[in-house]
């Protein structure tokens, strides 16, 4: 999906481009501190990265996914990525985010998601919902500070056959 680069307080919401791997590698998708929740298996090279950003790149037009990078506006560095995907099962958008360790507990997630919930917003949509390992306590404190409200128990699954126990957390907006 396109959108208006926006600005938060702190952080720059720009679109992911092929020349950010390296970075991106180095900084996030290489730590399995950051991937221990994350669909996508730990990168071993910079290639990993690569693809998947040649995959974002490939979706800017569709209509059903937002890929963001959250780049801050101090150094002018990304710090990690996020969006949301149209869930058709449930009619609603399913968000997600991760951020380079360094970067944890700072108030930059909760900055940064609320940011994407208002790009999606301006678009007219209003339904989300979120997801979190019931351990990754800390996502789930994402979840409940932009206003999302739990829902209920589950599972989820990796790429590489990883389940998670998972708290479901929903979001209806005005
Ligand atoms: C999940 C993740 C995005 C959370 O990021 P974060 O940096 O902790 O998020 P925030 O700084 O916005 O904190 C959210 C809330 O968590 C709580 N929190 C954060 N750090 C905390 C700490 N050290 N101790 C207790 N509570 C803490 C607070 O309630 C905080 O709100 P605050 O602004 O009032 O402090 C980050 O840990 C991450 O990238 N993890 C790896 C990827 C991942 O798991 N993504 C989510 C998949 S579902």
Not at 126 to 154: L, Q, W
Request: proline share 1%.
């Amino acid at each position: 999906m396109r959108y208006l680069q926006i600005e938060t307080d702190r952080l720059i919401l720009r679109p992911l481009e092929i020349s950010d791997a390296e970075h991106i590698f180095n900084t996030w998708t290489s730590d399995p501190r950051v991937t221990k929740y994350m669909t996508y298996t730990t990168h071993k090279s910079v290639d990993n990265t690569k693809q998947w950003l040649e995959s974002v790149t490939a979706n800017a037009d569709s209509e059903n996914v937002l890929d963001t990078g959250f780049q801050l506006k101090e150094t002018g560095k990304l710090i990690g990525s996020g969006g949301a995907t149209y869930n058709s099962e449930h009619d609603r958008w399913d968000l997600g985010y991760n951020f380079a360790y360094d970067y944890w507990h700072k108030g930059y997630a909760t900055e940064a998601v609320r940011a994407v919930v208002g790009i999606l917003r301006a678009k007219g949509i209003r339904r989300f919902m979120a997801e979190h390992a019931v351990k990754n306590i800390y996502s789930g404190k994402v979840m409940e500070k932009i206003g999302m409200k739990f829902d209920r128990k589950g599972t989820y699954s990796c790429y590489d056959g990883r389940v998670f126990n998972a708290n479901f957390y929903i979001m209806d907006l005005d």
